[in-house]
């Protein structure tokens, strides 16, 4: 992916994040490494290291080391990425210190969530501990945990222009489909009392919903699947009606959000990571898409195991004021992201 020249560009912008420099020799562990977002945050990472002399140690985390090795076999010859075997349910036994840790790993796929509520809630819950607590004895500098929107739950009149982070909306715990935002939940408290307890030094960002050219191709995401269609050349086939209204933020920019969390958030602060110019309804996503590729959007009737796994509420729209007060800014908004992941996945596919 990195030899794609739009990608690379794409990549090189990125790395102009306000205080980079404080990264520069130390070493981070980021988990999820292949996925949408941990993989695109090595990506920029690696550049600093080429393009910048930044020297920074990077642990790429996952639980298959092969799917390390081909993600990342553009850096096969280069040290500095390490890659490691580990799944976030097991107790860590590093051999290595570590002075940042992204947390990016977690079932995002909402069908598993719906077959797999129980594995779902527990790896949220698990996964955070196990590394606060190796954070908390190996005197790690600083924890950045990816959480997710869905944590908000339901919204209310109060939200009209998204949520901030200090909503809090109601969650059916009645529907096994709430495992997903209660592990967020429960991973961002557990968070907070290590803040508490042992003055952990914790950030959380909470991303919308994330696009771009790193995703996978198994990805069975609405967004994910119809930028495969786009990339094929298929009609856009929508199995709901498409009403709800969503925030989206191109992968390059939400990596980017999220290192500059790590390196100029405040300990025991949420940040929201949303582009408030990519808010679209998924109907909309899949007419984009369609005018991108030339081809069509229409309407499947989902199944009945398609609806357990969808979210009821109308909207679910990030308000990222307070980021963007930071000093952080998207770059590229939904339109143009959406030509881009789809010119890039077509030419890296081809």
Not at 133 to 149: A, E, F, I, P, Q
Not at 265 to 277: F, I, M, P, R, W
């Amino acid at each position: 992916m990195i030899k794609n020249n739009l990608y690379f560009s794409d990549i090189k912008e990125a790395s102009a994040i306000s205080n980079v420099s404080s990264l520069y020799k130390k070493s981070i562990l980021v988990t999820g490494a292949t996925g949408m977002i941990g993989s695109c945050i090595i990506d920029i990472l690696m550049y600093l290291n080429k393009y910048s002399d930044a020297n920074i140690k990077i642990y790429a985390s996952g639980r298959n080391t092969d799917k390390l090795k081909e993600k990342f076999k553009a850096y096969s010859d280069d040290d500095r990425l390490v890659f490691v075997k580990y799944d976030v349910c097991e107790d860590i036994d590093f051999d290595f210190e570590v002075d940042y840790i992204i947390h990016a790993a977690s079932n995002a796929d909402p069908a598993n969530m719906a077959k797999y509520p129980v594995e779902t809630l527990k790896a949220n819950i698990t996964g955070v501990d196990n590394l606060l607590n190796y954070g908390k004895n190996h005197n790690v500098t600083r924890v950045l945990y990816v959480s997710s929107s869905e944590m908000y739950g339901q919204p209310d009149e109060t939200v009209a222009d998204g949520f901030t982070e200090d909503y809090c909306g109601p969650l059916d715990y009645s529907n096994p489909r709430s495992c997903y935002p209660s592990g967020k939940r429960a991973a961002e408290v557990m968070c907070q009392s290590y803040i508490s307890q042992y003055g952990m030094n914790v950030v959380i960002a909470r991303p919308c919903h994330i696009y771009g050219p790193t995703m996978l191709k198994s990805d069975p995401r609405a967004i994910s699947a119809f930028i495969m269609n786009g990339v094929k050349g298929e009609d856009i086939v929508m199995n709901s009606t498409g009403e709800l209204v969503r925030s989206h933020c191109y992968v390059v920019d939400a990596a980017t959000g999220i290192l500059h969390i790590l390196i100029n958030g405040e300990s025991g602060q949420a940040y929201n990571v949303s582009d408030s110019e990519s808010v679209c309804s998924i109907a909309q996503l899949a007419q984009y898409i369609a005018k991108i590729a030339g081809t069509n959007a229409v309407f499947k009737q989902q199944t009945e195991e398609e609806k357990k796994s969808y979210l009821v509420k109308k909207h679910a729209i990030l308000n990222a004021s307070k980021l963007r007060a930071t000093g952080w800014c998207p770059r590229t908004h939904i339109e143009d992201g959406l030509a881009k992941t789809i010119k890039i996945l077509s030419e890296t596919n081809a």
